[in-house]
C-alpha cells in the first residue's frame, strides 16, 4: 500500500470547535445499547469507532469530521487494530449510566490510537483501543483500491506513544510472530470454516466498506454455529487485526484456526477471508467467558 502526503484542502469551518454531543461523557442504557447478557459488544465498537472519528476532527481543530485531499475526494479513517480489554459487559442492564472517557494519540507518521474506558458506576467494564490511518481510494467506488495518506495540520507524533494493538498488527501482517492470547502462530489447524455473505445495507458503513465492527459480529456468529456456546457467552477480552476489505457482494469466508477451553472460559483463533481468492482480511483473538449455570 502506497503512502500518498497532500495537504488537506482548506475548508470554511469555524476552528476550536465546542465540545460535541458525540463525545459526550455519559450514557443511559437502552435496548440499542443491549446484547443477550448484557452490553452489546457491537455497538460498543461503533461508539467508540464515532469518538475516534470525532477525536481526529477535533485535533484538526474542526468540529465535525470532514477529511478531503486537496482535489476535495473524501479521506477516511480506516481502522488497523481493535482490542477489547477488562470486559465486564454482562454487568450492565437497561436504565443504567455509562460513564465513557476517550483520548487520541499520533502514535507514527501515519497512524492515531484512541483509547476509550467505560466504567460503571465507578467501575471499569471496558477499555477499547482503536488504531487507525487515513485512505483514500485510488478508483472511485472500489474498496481494494486504497492507499494510505499522510494528511498535514494534524499535530506531529509523539515519539513517547505506543500502542500494543498497532505492535501486533503489524507483526500479524508480517508473519513475525510466535505467540499470541495463548496460540501458536506454527498451531493454526483447520477446525471449522463457514461462509457468509454481506449484506450492504447491514455490515457495510456509509463510506460503502465493509464496517469494521461487522467483522466482530461475523466472529460471533462462527462461534456461534462451529462451537455453539451456551447463550449469554460474553467476551472478555478481543483483538480484531485487520488485513482488507471486500466489495458489495463479495462472500467472506471465516475459519476457525484454533480453540481451546478453561474452565467456564472459551478462547479462539479465527481468521477471515475472502471467499474466491483467499486474501486475508483479519485475524481475530478471542476470551469468552460462558454463564454460570448455577440458579
Given at each position: 500500500?502506497?503512502?500518498?502526503?497532500?495537504p488537506?484542502?482548506?475548508?470554511?469551518?469555524?476552528?476550536?470547535?465546542?465540545?460535541?454531543?458525540?463525545?459526550?461523557?455519559?450514557?443511559?442504557?437502552?435496548?440499542?445499547?443491549?446484547?443477550?447478557?448484557?452490553?452489546?459488544?457491537?455497538?460498543?465498537?461503533?461508539?467508540c469507532?464515532?469518538?475516534h472519528?470525532?477525536?481526529?476532527?477535533?485535533?484538526?481543530?474542526?468540529?465535525v469530521?470532514?477529511?478531503?485531499?486537496?482535489d476535495?475526494?473524501?479521506?477516511?479513517a480506516?481502522f488497523?487494530?481493535?482490542?477489547?480489554?477488562?470486559?465486564?459487559l454482562?454487568?450492565?442492564a437497561e436504565?443504567?449510566t455509562?460513564?465513557?472517557?476517550?483520548?487520541?494519540?499520533?502514535?507514527s507518521?501515519?497512524?492515531f490510537?484512541?483509547?476509550h474506558w467505560?466504567?460503571?458506576?465507578?467501575?471499569?467494564?471496558?477499555?477499547?483501543?482503536?488504531?487507525?490511518v487515513?485512505?483514500?481510494?485510488q478508483?472511485?467506488?472500489?474498496?481494494?483500491?486504497?492507499?494510505?495518506?499522510r494528511?498535514?495540520?494534524l499535530p506531529?507524533h509523539?515519539p513517547?506513544?505506543?500502542?500494543?494493538?498497532?505492535?501486533?498488527?503489524?507483526?500479524?501482517?508480517?508473519?513475525r510472530?510466535?505467540?499470541?492470547?495463548g496460540?501458536?502462530?506454527?498451531?493454526?489447524?483447520?477446525?471449522?470454516e463457514?461462509?457468509?455473505?454481506?449484506?450492504?445495507?447491514?455490515?457495510?458503513?456509509?463510506?460503502?466498506?465493509?464496517?469494521?465492527?461487522?467483522?466482530?459480529a461475523?466472529?460471533?456468529?462462527?462461534?456461534?454455529?462451529l462451537?455453539?456456546?451456551p447463550?449469554?457467552?460474553?467476551?472478555?477480552?478481543?483483538?480484531?487485526?485487520y488485513?482488507g476489505?471486500?466489495?458489495?457482494?463479495?462472500?467472506?469466508?471465516?475459519?476457525?484456526?484454533?480453540?481451546?477451553?478453561?474452565?467456564?472460559?472459551?478462547?479462539?483463533?479465527?481468521?477471515?477471508?475472502?471467499?474466491?481468492g483467499?486474501e486475508?482480511?483479519?485475524?481475530i483473538?478471542?476470551?469468552?467467558r460462558?454463564?454460570?449455570?448455577t440458579?
Amino acid at each position: 500500500m502506497s503512502i500518498l502526503v497532500f495537504p488537506r484542502r482548506a475548508v470554511a469551518r469555524a476552528r476550536s470547535p465546542a465540545p460535541t454531543p458525540a463525545l459526550a461523557p455519559r450514557l443511559t442504557v437502552g435496548m440499542p445499547h443491549l446484547a443477550f447478557g448484557g452490553l452489546s459488544e457491537s455497538w460498543l465498537l461503533k461508539e467508540c469507532g464515532h469518538r475516534h472519528w470525532f477525536l481526529l476532527a477535533g485535533a484538526a481543530g474542526d468540529a465535525v469530521p470532514d477529511f478531503r485531499d486537496a482535489d476535495g475526494a473524501p479521506v477516511y479513517a480506516a481502522f488497523c487494530g481493535a482490542s477489547l480489554r477488562e470486559a465486564r459487559l454482562d454487568r450492565v442492564a437497561e436504565n443504567d449510566t455509562l460513564e465513557i472517557g476517550s483520548a487520541l494519540s499520533r502514535i507514527s507518521a501515519t497512524q492515531f490510537c484512541s483509547r476509550h474506558w467505560v466504567r460503571l458506576e465507578g467501575d471499569l467494564i471496558a477499555e477499547v483501543e482503536l488504531v487507525s490511518v487515513f485512505i483514500r481510494r485510488q478508483e472511485a467506488g472500489r474498496n481494494r483500491s486504497v492507499a494510505r495518506v499522510r494528511p498535514q495540520g494534524l499535530p506531529p507524533h509523539d515519539p513517547g506513544e505506543t500502542s500494543e494493538t498497532s505492535a501486533l498488527a503489524a507483526a500479524l501482517r508480517s508473519g513475525r510472530w510466535d505467540t499470541h492470547m495463548g496460540f501458536s502462530r506454527t498451531a493454526a489447524g483447520d477446525m471449522g470454516e463457514m461462509v457468509l455473505n454481506p449484506c450492504p445495507s447491514q455490515d457495510f458503513n456509509g463510506a460503502h466498506f465493509l464496517y469494521f465492527a461487522a467483522f466482530q459480529a461475523f466472529a460471533d456468529r462462527a462461534e456461534w454455529e462451529l462451537l455453539a456456546p451456551p447463550p449469554g457467552t460474553h467476551t472478555v477480552a478481543r483483538d480484531i487485526l485487520y488485513h482488507g476489505n471486500i466489495e458489495p457482494g463479495e462472500r467472506v469466508r471465516v475459519r476457525l484456526l484454533h480453540t481451546r477451553q478453561e474452565g467456564p472460559e472459551m478462547a479462539h483463533w479465527l481468521r477471515l477471508e475472502r471467499a474466491d481468492g483467499g486474501e486475508r482480511l483479519a485475524d481475530i483473538f478471542t476470551r469468552r467467558r460462558m454463564p454460570s449455570l448455577t440458579v
